[in-house]
Structures are given as structure tokens and as C-alpha cells.
Nanobody, 119 residues
Framework: QVQLVESGGGLVEAGGSLRLSCLAS????????MGWHRQAPGKERESVAA????????AVAESVKGRFTISRDNAKNTVYLQMNSLKPEDTAIYYC????????????WGHGTQVTVSS
């Protein structure tokens, strides 16, 4: 089992920045890919960015390219999402997910952290 806890969300004005953190615990030795997803009210959950255990950036959504940066510190079992130039449309609950070796897709999720961007 892998447990994920997100932090760093909050209320920020448009143009501002936030850094989200996701701390993984439990069987983290099996974690291969970690990623950030988000879900806005009335919309489906969408992938924002993903990173491998070797720090290869696997995916970044077009809507956040050039503004958001995903990174990972394996020594701290933590993945980060640096969000700059935030827009009101970035408002959502941001979830951290983990894929493990031999697994199928994102099997583990955190409870999410709310990001609200005011105009």
C-alpha cells in the first residue's frame, strides 16, 4: 500500500504562484510514476503532469505548459508541482496519484488539495 498526502493549496490571485507537495509513504519502493491531476467543479478529472522515478517528465497538459513544473525528490518521497502565472481556470482540486511497478494505471490517490484562483 502507498499513502499520498497533498499540501500547499490555497487561495491566490490571478498571476500568482503556488507550490503543491505530495508526500508518499508506505511501499514507496514500488512507486514508478507519480502525477498530478485536477478536477474542477462539473468537469472530469484531467491529467496535469507526470514524472517517473528517474525524474523523466512523462506528460504535461497543454493548458499548463510553460506555467507549471513537476519535480520529484526521491530521497524525500515527495513530488512537487510549481504553479506560476495562475489563471482562474486553474481553480480545481488537485490530486496526487501513483503508479507502481506491475500495476495498471494510477492505483493510489491522495485526498486532494483545493486551489482557488481569483480574478
Amino acid at each position: 500500500q502507498v499513502q499520498l498526502v497533498e499540501s500547499g493549496g490555497g487561495l491566490v490571485e490571478a498571476g500568482g504562484s503556488l507550490r503543491l507537495s505530495c508526500l508518499a509513504s508506505g511501499r514507496t519502493d514500488n512507486v514508478y510514476i507519480m502525477g498530478w491531476h485536477r478536477q474542477a467543479p462539473g468537469k472530469e478529472r484531467e491529467s496535469v503532469a507526470a514524472i517517473s522515478w528517474r525524474n523523466d517528465i512523462l506528460a504535461v497538459a497543454e493548458s499548463v505548459k510553460g506555467r507549471f513544473t513537476i519535480s520529484r525528490d526521491n530521497a524525500k518521497n515527495t513530488v512537487y508541482l510549481q504553479m506560476n502565472s495562475l489563471k482562474p481556470e486553474d481553480t480545481a482540486i488537485y490530486y496526487c496519484g501513483a503508479q507502481v511497478d506491475g500495476g495498471s494505471g494510477y492505483e493510489y490517490w491522495g485526498h486532494g488539495t483545493q486551489v482557488t484562483v481569483s480574478s
